[in-house]
């Protein structure tokens, strides 16, 4: 029971950590890196705006917890050769059981933004629907190191 216990505690510490490493793609949000950073601020009106789905993509911590978990509860099946075969197929199952949720929590909904700028051309931002825009607003192009996001 203690082995069940600290594999949980495990794995639940790898996906804690696979969620620090995925970078936000938020309008509102920013990291430490990117605070105190001079950005490059123009003026665009709205033309459309699309959902989009965003892969933050796997880190693979997800498919080793659950193979980690699912490891330890099939070796408590049987006895000898019975704890080995569990051991085996619970590790496939909870690797491909923790495969799909990290793939699942690995995606955030998006908006696709196309906007005018003020010299006429056009430009398309992609970042989290932390908020909303609509067509005919002015908005806010706010870059800096190869990265635009959109304000208001």
Known sequence: MRTLHTSF???GLMLGLAACTWQSHSGSSYNARETQREQTV????????????????????????????GGVAGSNVGKGKGAVVGTVLGAVVGG???HAI???????????ITV????GE??????EADEVFHPGERVRLLSSGGTTRVSH
Not at 116 to 119: P, R, T
Not at 122 to 127: D, E, M, P
């Open 116 to 119: 005018k700028l003020d010299n």
């Open 9 to 11: 505690l495990l794995s």
């Open 96 to 98: 491909i059981a923790g």
């Open 102 to 112: 990290e793939g699942e929590a690995a995606k955030v909904k998006g908006f696709e």
């Open 122 to 127: 056009l430009r398309a931002i992609v970042q």
């Open 42 to 69: 123009r003026m665009a009106t709205v033309e459309s705006v699309r959902e989009v789905m965003i892969d933050r993509q796997q880190t693979g911590v997800g498919t080793g917890a659950g193979a980690v978990v």
